[in-house]
């Protein structure tokens, strides 16, 4: 089970610093990434970063997000620096078992998801 956090509304420009838990172990030994969803658009890759912290990131953040895990905590981050306004996009994180994908039906599970509105 996943548990994404740290989301909340914001204005342009801002940062936000996204979190995702799992309570099962096995975790760490899974690539992690991040997703997004747009109102009305089909959930799009943002990061993804393997065991070993080796990493890949999405052309549109690039520069400005950045994702990082703690494999002692069983947690995942991601840094994201001088938001865009934007309605409320869904971030929301899964693990795969291919390494550094960024295709959506490589990942096994989803948690709910955390909401960031950005004003302008």
């Known amino acids: 089970q996943l548990k994404e956090s740290g989301g909340g509304l914001v204005q342009a420009g801002a940062s936000l610093n996204l979190s995702c838990t799992s309570s099962?172990?096995?975790?760490?030994?899974?690539?992690l990434g991040w997703f997004r969803q747009r109102p009305g658009k089909e959930r799009e890759f943002v990061a993804t970063i393997t065991w070993s912290s080796g990493t890949a990131v999405a052309g549109s953040v690039r520069g400005r997000f950045t994702i990082s895990r703690d494999n002692t905590k069983n947690t995942l981050y991601l840094q994201m620096n001088n938001l865009e306004p934007e309605p409320t996009a869904v971030y929301s994180c899964?693990?795969?078992?291919?390494?550094?994908?960024?295709?959506?039906?490589?990942?096994?599970?989803w948690g709910q998801g955390t909401q960031v509105p950005v004003s302008s």
């Open positions: 899964a693990p795969s078992t291919t390494s550094l994908t960024r295709k959506e039906p490589t990942y096994e599970y």
């Open positions: 099962e172990d096995t975790f760490n030994r899974y690539t």
